[in-house]
């Protein structure tokens, strides 16, 4: 059984900056892409920033220039570092793992409030 398991999330003011954590329970090359989701309340679930196994990385538009994605591999262990956040970045942060095969692989969640 995978887990993945993220940490990092929090209240900071607008401007500032948090990173988040997401630890999976084995190797990470196992997965051929990490990504970080969100969801705000009433909103769908969107893809913020992937990783794939090969290193490229993707961001949507909102987040280029302020968060970046990284990877740990001896820690089989992915970083999102937000910065210069804005309210609008308020969301649980979700860590998927994508497999070669089958279905994803979720954490729990993590909530990040931005306060204007």
């Known amino acids: 059984q995978v887990m993945l398991v993220e940490s990092g999330g929090g209240l900071v003011q607008a401007g500032g900056a948090l990173r988040l954590s997401c630890a999976t329970s084995t190797n990470i090359f196992s997965f051929k892409n990490m990504g970080w989701y969100r969801q705000a309340p009433g909103n769908q679930r969107e893809l913020v920033a992937s990783?794939?196994?090969?290193?490229?990385?993707n961001y949507i538009e909102s987040v280029k220039g302020r968060f970046t994605i990284s990877r740990d591999n001896a820690k089989n262990t992915v970083y999102l570092q937000m910065n210069s956040l804005k309210p609008e970045d308020t969301a649980v942060y979700y860590c998927?793992?994508?497999?070669?095969?089958?279905?994803?692989?979720w954490g729990q969640g993590t909530q990040v409030t931005v306060s204007s």
């Open positions: 990783i794939a196994r090969d290193g490229n990385i």
């Open positions: 998927r793992a994508q497999p070669v095969f089958g279905a994803n692989y």
